[in-house]
């Protein structure tokens, strides 16, 4: 059963943290990976939220082929008009460190981005265990 | 008229039984689950100067807008309870069963008052059920506000008891963080930094995120803030406290640090003092009471 959860807030933020930290745990994450998937869902959360207008992230257990996470963000926000551009270090268009979206990525084995310019965006991570 | 002859008639129901209706109303509340929160006196004389205010307002006020001037006097007094009932811990069931319980007995006494006038009764049981309907929104309106209060209020006092600024020897400062760093926290910790640093004119200032979860750019954009600020003021940062598996993920988020960092305080803490030409040194005869022992400041 995937958990939804609204990103609406920035104590929502903190809310997709924690239940991602308490999947993680359930699956027998070791401490680094819990750290990785915990910090990309973060970074996601927070760009759902400061870039998407709020959205909403599903966060599924998974077993096969093994044990692991994935996590979809999606917003209905303006979209990214250059996903390339935006995957790269330190480019932002908010006052960020513009690190977040290429450093999720660096952080899970797995990461899919689609994003339709005025319809929103949907990211999918992966961290296997 | 129809609404004159029912509230006349109303607060004429209720002036007439009114000893009856509180008894009665008393022994719901009390059945509904004895509690020790609030004594037996004072739910009773809570409860019979509401019935009292209840009735007033029912003669006076229009029934149909408990919004009008006629049930200010209700309207605060149900204010005032709602809100100790908050405060008390009562939940908001217990808190809605004060003015709901009411019902019972008052509809009890429109249908011994009007006997077999069918329409009567029902014209009276519908006036008077959405006059407490409205008070008991009322209830919940105040109950809900005085909690957010209370969380706001609680709120604000953890961001600032949570940042203390302290201080380890002349000149070197520690700032101990734990949990989230949002904006709305670092504002508060840079400020009370900043300001210790003037204080005890501090050279360096110690930084110690090991109570910090999750260390993702906005945390580390938050952290390089506040160093180039205490910077600026004339002192050195040094972050302590970095966990391995934090140290690992914010090589891969390509997160630097442009800082002195330790692994854990007594590291900091003694490059602070190297820094300032200090050195801890073991004395030659351990002193009996033990443990101010040197090379662990941190157990000072």
Redesign the interface.
């Known amino acids: 059963m995937p958990d939804k959860l609204p990103i609406r807030a920035g104590d929502d933020v903190v809310r997709v943290r924690q239940q991602v930290r308490a999947r993680a745990v359930e699956i027998g994450f070791s401490l680094v990976d819990q750290t990785k998937i915990i910090t990309a869902a973060s970074e996601l959360a927070r760009n759902t939220l400061d870039y998407g207008g709020g959205g909403e992230a599903t966060i599924d257990v998974l077993a096969v082929p093994k044990p692991g996470l994935r996590i979809t963000f999606e917003d209905q926000g303006p979209g990214i008009p250059d996903v390339d551009t935006a995957l790269k270090d330190g480019f932002t268009t908010g006052n960020g460190l513009g690190l977040g979206l290429g450093g999720a990525r660096r952080l899970v084995n797995d990461f899919a981005i689609t994003s339709k310019l005025g319809q929103g965006t949907q990211v999918i991570i992966t961290r296997w265990k | 008229m129809a609404s004159k002859s029912e509230k006349s008639r109303l607060s004429d129901i209720i002036g007439t039984h009114e000893a009856d209706i509180l008894a009665e109303w008393l022994r719901l509340l009390l059945a509904s689950g004895g509690d020790t929160r609030i004594s037996r006196g004072q739910l009773e004389s809570q409860c019979r100067e509401f019935l009292a205010a209840l009735r007033e307002a029912t003669s006076a006020g229009n029934i149909a807008d408990t919004m009008t001037p006629g049930f200010e006097r209700l309207r605060t007094m149900l204010g005032d309870i709602s809100r100790s009932r908050a405060t008390q811990g009562f939940s908001p069931a217990e808190t809605a069963t004060f003015i709901f319980s009411l019902k019972e007995p008052l509809f009890a006494r429109i249908r011994a008052t009007h006997g077999k006038d069918g329409e009567a009764i029902a014209d009276d049981t519908w006036t008077l059920s959405q006059l407490i309907d409205r008070l008991g929104l009322h209830t919940m309106d105040v109950y809900q506000r005085s909690r957010e209060e209370v969380i706001a209020r609680q709120h604000e006092e953890i961001a600032e008891l949570s940042t203390p600024v302290v201080k380890l020897w002349d000149g070197i400062l520690a700032l101990p963080l734990i949990g989230?760093l949002?904006?709305a926290r670092t504002q508060v910790v840079m400020e009370n930094l900043l300001q210790s640093i003037v204080d005890h004119s501090a050279e360096i200032a110690i930084i110690d995120i090991t109570g910090v979860?999750?260390?993702?750019?906005?945390v580390?954009?938050h952290l390089l803030k506040t160093v180039a600020a205490a910077r600026l003021m004339g002192a050195d940062c040094i972050v302590s406290g970095i966990r391995?598996?934090?140290a690992?993920?914010m090589v891969?988020?390509?997160?630097e640090l442009t800082v002195v960092s330790k692994a854990n305080l007594a590291d900091a803490f003694a490059v602070a003092l190297s820094r300032t030409g200090r050195f801890v040194a073991k004395s030659k005869a351990p002193t009996s009471t033990g443990t101010m022992t040197a090379r662990r400041p941190a157990t000072l």
């Open positions: 989230t949002d904006s979860p999750t260390v993702d750019t906005v580390a954009q391995p598996q934090i690992q993920t891969h988020l390509g997160v």
